[in-house]
């Protein structure tokens, strides 16, 4: 029985240890993570104030050369989508983030939200409440954003 108390004190120490270890690892995971979500969240403001803009460079830096949108007019690709950013069919006049959430699986990023927007497209109306959703990879070193789908909210 005395033999079997070091024995037990060891494998107590151990169990401590890498205890401490794993919560020291998720500690680390969470903060990584919460800076890659700020850092998501803060590229949706940048891709507002590019469309507010109508600043093609500055969007076009945002979007993944195969990005594809999938929005209330169809479908369009970042050629198509800056083209028309340029000929000035669409006008966003003021955006404002409702909700965002960001969800980081490796070097792939989902951001979901809803926003209320001024705007129009063609000289028609199209303010109001849209839910969306952006997905982003990670590409040397840089998050572009490859897919897009946008929403109007309907209310009844």
Known sequence: MKRCVPAFLLLAVAVSLASAQVHSESKKATANTSGVEEELKQ???????????????????????DWTFLG?????????????????????????????????????????????????????????DYLWTDVFVKRQGHWLAINSQDTPVTTK
Do not use: C, Y
Request: aromatic content about 2%.
């Open 72 to 128: 209330p007019a169809g479908v369009e690709n970042k050629a198509q989508h800056l083209a028309g950013l340029k000929t000035g069919g669409d006008k966003l006049e003021s955006i404002t983030f409702i909700e965002m959430k960001v969800r980081v699986l490796g070097n792939i990023a989902i951001v979901t939200g809803r926003e209320h927007e001024k705007s129009t497209n063609q000289g028609k109306d199209t303010s109001g």
């Open 43 to 65: 590229l949706e403001h940048q891709w507002a104030d590019a469309d507010k803009n109508k600043d093609a460079h500055a969007l076009g830096q945002l979007l993944a050369d």
